[in-house]
């Protein structure tokens, strides 16, 4: 599968790919819902918006689209239900739900799912438009100048760096000082599972991973890990911590 300036040498290929410490500001995640609705949250804490994205499904022979941007903000609420995908959450905010939709099917997991008490602020949500149709699904969204060849779904543990490793083991014999204190078994780096790659300009691969964190006290978030690599060396991480309330 390729994504972005189809058919451009690579020559403007290379003049096109953004630079690696702006790639961060290009790259977001999110849920497409039947109703055309895209909300998607950026890697970046600049939350620079584009005036359109590429969409890359992450699901088993989903089409790559465009979105346009519909805005930069969004209100309170818990986005499934009132994209009539959930009728058990309690009410969130000021945007009412929808009745479920019994015809709406959900080709992935929900990227926005969240405990049933659980409100998001939205804050760092943006909203985009794409095709409706019947199906849910989780995007990657990348700015249109990205170019993106060999799109793959993956499966498999992501490999940690050595300073991830002491990072996790760090963190484990801090967790075990007050294990006894704990209602939940934290998570690590190391149970990471990649699920996306693809191949970038100058010759560095993009790689999609994820793991669920309960924490010690059942916070639990789900982390998003973009490494880009050159062969098997990473160069850089973006992180992004998505919050599903309290177990």
Same mark, same amino acid.
């Given at each position: 599968?390729? !994504?972005?300036?189809?058919?451009?040498?690579l020559?403007?290929?290379?003049?096109?790919?953004?630079?690696? /410490?702006?790639l961060?500001?290009?790259?977001?995640?999110?849920?497409?819902?039947?109703?055309?609705?895209?909300?998607?949250?950026?890697?970046?804490?600049?939350?620079?918006?584009?005036?359109?994205?590429?969409?890359?499904?992450?699901?088993?022979?989903?089409?790559?689209?465009?979105?346009?941007?519909?805005?930069?903000?969004?209100?309170?609420?818990?986005i499934?239900?009132?994209?009539?995908?959930?009728?058990?959450?309690?009410?969130?905010?000021?945007?009412?739900?929808?009745?479920?939709?019994?015809?709406?099917?959900?080709?992935?997991?929900?990227?926005?799912?969240?405990?049933?008490?659980?409100?998001?602020?939205?804050?760092?949500?943006?909203?985009?438009?794409?095709?409706?149709?019947?199906?849910?699904y989780?995007?990657?969204?990348?700015?249109?100048?990205?170019?993106? /060849?060999?799109?793959?779904?993956?499966?498999?543990?992501?490999?940690?760096?050595?300073?991830?490793?002491?990072?996790?083991?760090?963190?484990?014999?801090?967790?075990?000082?007050?294990?006894?204190?704990?209602?939940?078994?934290?998570?690590? !780096? /190391?149970?990471?599972?990649?699920?996306?790659?693809?191949?970038?300009?100058?010759?560095?691969?993009?790689?999609?991973?994820?793991?669920?964190?309960?924490?010690?006290?059942?916070?639990?978030?789900? !982390?998003?890990? !973009? /490494?880009?690599?050159r062969?098997?060396?990473?160069?850089?991480?973006?992180?992004?911590?998505?919050?599903?309330?309290?177990?």
């Amino acid at each position: 599968m390729k !994504i972005g300036c189809a058919g451009l040498s690579l020559a403007f290929l290379l003049l096109q790919q953004p630079a690696l /410490d702006t790639l961060r500001d290009q790259v977001f995640i999110g849920q497409v819902y039947p109703s055309g609705n895209v909300y998607v949250k950026s890697f970046s804490p600049n939350r620079t918006w584009p005036k359109e994205l590429s969409l890359v499904p992450l699901v088993n022979d989903g089409p790559p689209s465009r979105a346009s941007l519909v805005s930069e903000t969004m209100q309170p609420a818990y986005i499934p239900a009132i994209e009539g995908m959930d009728d058990q959450h309690d009410p969130c905010g000021p945007l009412p739900a929808k009745s479920l939709d019994l015809s709406f099917e959900y080709l992935s997991d929900e990227f926005f799912d969240g405990m049933i008490d659980h409100c998001e602020t939205n804050e760092d949500v943006a909203v985009y438009h794409t095709s409706p149709s019947q199906f849910s699904y989780t995007v990657l969204g990348f700015n249109p100048d990205v170019a993106l /060849d060999n799109v793959r779904l993956v499966e498999g543990l992501r490999p940690t760096t050595p300073a991830e490793e002491q990072q996790a083991a760090e963190e484990k014999r801090q967790n075990e000082k007050i294990a006894k204190d704990c209602t939940t078994v934290p998570a690590y !780096i /190391d149970s990471a599972a990649r699920f996306l790659e693809a191949e970038l300009a100058n010759g560095l691969t993009l790689r999609l991973s994820s793991y669920k964190n309960p924490g010690c006290a059942g916070h639990l978030s789900t !982390i998003y890990l !973009i /490494d880009i690599l050159r062969g098997n060396a990473v160069l850089t991480t973006f992180q992004l911590v998505q919050s599903q309330g309290v177990l």
